[in-house]
Nanobody, 125 residues
Framework: QVQLLESGGGSVQAGGSLRLSCEAY????????MGWFRQVPGKEREGVAA???????DYGDSVKGRFSISRDNGKSTLYLKMNSLRPEDTGMYYC???????????????????WGQGTEVTVSS
């Protein structure tokens, strides 16, 4: 079993930056695929960024050039650096991980078996 714990959310003004972290606990050494998703009330959860074991990454169109996903396998930690934040980036951010090695990186919710509880990001204009 794997438990994921996100941190780093908060409130920031538009144009600001945040770095989210997601630490994994348990049987973590074969977690090949990892991703960040976000959700706002009334909308479906959407993929923001994803990374696979060989370092390949993919990003949602709305965050390309502003967000950067990375992983530190030694620390079992996934990161999301968010720059140039916009009010529309507001939402609950979830990390997700799976033993599957999805190439290209996947934004399909059903591909991820392990999810964190979420960390809230609020961007004010």
């Amino acid at each position: 079993q794997v438990q994921l714990l996100e941190s780093g959310g908060g409130s920031v003004q538009a144009g600001g930056s945040l770095r989210l972290s997601c630490e994994a606990y348990g049987y973590t050494h074969r977690l090949f695929s990892m991703g960040w998703f976000r959700q706002v009330p009334g909308k479906e959860r959407e993929g923001v960024a994803a990374i696979v074991n060989d370092g390949g990454t993919d990003y949602g169109d709305s965050v390309k050039g502003r967000f950067s996903i990375s992983r530190d396998n030694g620390k079992s930690t996934l990161y999301l650096k968010m720059n140039s934040l916009r009010p529309e980036d507001t939402g609950m951010y979830y990390c997700a991980e799976d033993y599957g090695d999805y190439v290209p990186p996947s934004f399909r919710i059903d591909d991820y078996n392990y999810w964190g509880q979420g960390t809230e990001v609020t961007v004010s204009s």
